[in-house]
């Protein structure tokens, strides 16, 4: 069978000319620019400070334009950020330019960044207004800007911030400005869709597209993601020589469209799915990585040839369930026994506690799962655990004491979300991309369903 695969959003390309404040402050009305301020990060925060838990620090690498960006870091809700007090020079009810390129490099293929004025009006109330929003793919500088944005009438203690929709993920800032109405605040761009072949961005497949591809090959790579992912013509994950042939003959008129890949069907599953599109892409936004499947298809076979396979499970209330009979471990339990098992061969241990994080987990992991050689283990701590050293540290020793067992047991990281969004999603998954093990998050497919309105809150 095959897919197609949509579009992926990806940063514009764009040069940027550095504009006119000094570096490292911010220059009001009497900046050349004619910029109300001009934050470039060159040598330190530039009066940004941290919204929430969050911290803001000064980045001497991976800057938009220079060599400094603001790097914001230790969110634990979605609305954690950075943010800048605009202060006396700008006036409530007037109109302005606002700009400023944001990056990030963990987490999810993309996430949703938001430009917020957070107030207080008349009556002395708390409000909020969003200046802009652009989806950005993870690796790429994008640009938030408006540049025709009114100010709320009345508006006193302006906050300008940025935070994202829902993920908890460490993000860059640089080249944050603001400008008279109608300036267009030189940045990274808007999104766009990435075409297969079409690496310079410019919508249409030529020369310059084969010259950038040799280049590349040549290189060892691309320093733009959506170039790299453009080249990949044949969609295979990796840009390689395949690619510059496909492109050639494209070029030369012997194609005229590049071949779709080819997905071979799932050896283990003949189930005809019958879900809807919106549910089909629920269960693909769930599987953060595929991470290396040696370990669990050996067990698989085991399965199939008859042998005891145990699966053990350890996390907290998620995990232990309300009902046992269906919560996601006696549910994926049935799943593996009935798929892979020949008849009772199969059999699990659910050691999920409510209230516990990954530091009680550890101290348990021995007695409650590992005395019994479990061939397949779930570990689940995503809402209980916190962004501290100490979580991290454990669930890094948990993941770590499973995966050396003397038996070479499978283990799966599953990541949940709260019903109000919380998730230890960024650490968790760092740890599984370091030991390169199966990451499931249900709070990308969670996150993903209830912002496109496939789910509610209250569904969850």
């Known amino acids: 069978m095959s897919h197609k695969k949509i579009g992926s959003v990806c940063a514009a390309a764009m040069l940027l000319s550095t504009v006119g404040s000094m570096p490292?402050?911010?220059?009001?009305?009497?900046?050349?620019?004619?910029?109300?301020?001009?934050?470039?990060?060159?040598?330190?925060?530039?009066?940004?400070?941290?919204?929430?838990a969050a911290k803001?620090?000064?980045?001497?690498?991976?800057?938009?334009?220079?060599?400094?960006?603001?790097?914001?870091?230790?969110?634990?809700?979605?609305?954690?950020?950075?943010?800048?007090?605009?202060?006396?020079v700008f006036t409530a009810g007037s109109t302005y330019s606002f700009s400023a390129n944001v990056k990030y490099t963990n987490g999810g293929k993309t996430d949703t960044f938001y430009m917020k004025i957070q107030y207080q009006n008349a009556e002395g109330e708390t409000g909020y207004?969003?200046?802009?929003?652009?989806?950005?793919?993870?690796?790429d500088w994008i640009q938030l800007?408006?540049?025709?944005?009114?100010?709320?009438?009345?508006?006193?203690?302006?906050?300008?911030?940025?935070?994202?929709?829902?993920?908890?993920?460490?993000?860059?800032?640089?080249?944050?400005?603001?400008?008279?109405?109608?300036?267009?605040i030189?940045?990274?761009?808007?999104?766009?869709?990435?075409?297969?072949g079409d690496i310079n961005g410019d919508s249409t497949i030529d020369g310059v597209d084969m010259l950038l591809a040799r280049r590349g090959m040549t290189a060892g790579g691309f320093t733009e993601t959506c170039a790299g992912k453009a080249a990949d013509v044949?969609?295979?994950?990796?840009?390689?020589?395949?690619?510059?042939?496909?492109?050639?003959?494209?070029?030369?008129?012997?194609?005229?469209?590049?071949?779709?890949?080819?997905?071979?069907?799932?050896?283990?599953?003949?189930?005809?799915?019958?879900?809807?599109?919106?549910?089909?892409?629920?269960?693909g936004d769930s599987i953060y990585q595929m991470g290396n499947t040696s370990r669990i298809r050996e067990k698989i076979a085991k399965a199939q040839s008859g042998e005891q396979v145990k699966l053990a499970y350890i996390g907290g209330s998620i995990t232990e369930g309300g009902r046992t009979d269906t919560c996601y471990?006696?549910?994926?339990?049935?799943?593996?026994?009935?798929?892979?098992?020949?008849?009772?061969?199969?059999?699990?241990?659910?050691?999920?506690?409510?209230?516990?994080?990954?530091?009680?987990?550890?101290?348990?992991?021995?007695?409650?799962?590992?005395?019994?050689?479990?061939?397949?283990?779930?570990?689940?701590?995503?809402?209980?655990?916190?962004?501290?050293?100490?979580?991290?540290?454990s669930f890094e020793g948990l993941v770590r004491r499973c995966l050396s067992q003397e038996n070479e047991p499978a283990v799966i990281i599953i990541i949940n979300r709260s019903k109000g969004g919380y998730s230890m999603q960024e650490q968790m998954a760092a740890v599984?991309?370091?030991?390169?093990?199966?990451?499931?998050?249900m709070d990308n497919a969670l996150t993903n369903a209830f912002n496109s309105g496939t789910l509610t809150t209250d569904d969850y």
């Open 329 to 393: 471990a006696a549910r994926s339990y049935r799943y593996f026994a009935d798929t892979f098992g020949t008849g009772s061969n199969v059999s699990f241990n659910n050691a999920g506690m409510s209230g516990t994080s990954s530091l009680v987990g550890l101290l348990r992991a021995q007695n409650d799962i590992l005395n019994d050689q479990p061939d397949v283990i779930f570990i689940e701590f995503s809402v209980n655990d916190h962004p501290d050293q100490s979580y991290k540290k």
């Open 145 to 184: 800007s408006n540049t025709s944005f009114q100010l709320p009438e009345g508006a006193t203690a302006m906050q300008l911030y940025i935070e994202t929709a829902d993920s908890l993920n460490s993000f860059y800032v640089d080249e944050a400005a603001a400008a008279p109405e109608g300036t267009v």
């Open 234 to 283: 044949d969609q295979n994950g990796s840009f390689e020589m395949s690619d510059l042939v496909l492109l050639q003959k494209y070029l030369l008129g012997t194609i005229q469209a590049f071949p779709e890949p080819e997905i071979p069907d799932n050896e283990w599953d003949d189930y005809q799915e019958t879900a809807s599109p919106e549910m089909l892409k629920f269960y």
């Open 56 to 88: 803001v620090e000064h980045a001497a690498k991976g800057a938009y334009a220079g060599s400094g960006a603001l790097y914001v870091s230790g969110r634990t809700a979605a609305w954690n950020g950075a943010t800048l007090s605009l202060g006396d």
């Open 186 to 196: 030189p940045g990274a761009g808007a999104a766009r869709a990435v075409i297969r």
């Open 129 to 139: 207004a969003s200046i802009a929003e652009a989806v950005v793919s993870k690796g």
């Open 432 to 441: 599984g991309k370091n030991y390169d093990v199966p990451v499931i998050s």
């Open 24 to 52: 490292g402050q911010m220059a009001f009305a009497a900046d050349p620019d004619n910029f109300f301020f001009h934050s470039t990060f060159e040598s330190g925060t530039d009066s940004w400070s941290g919204r929430g």
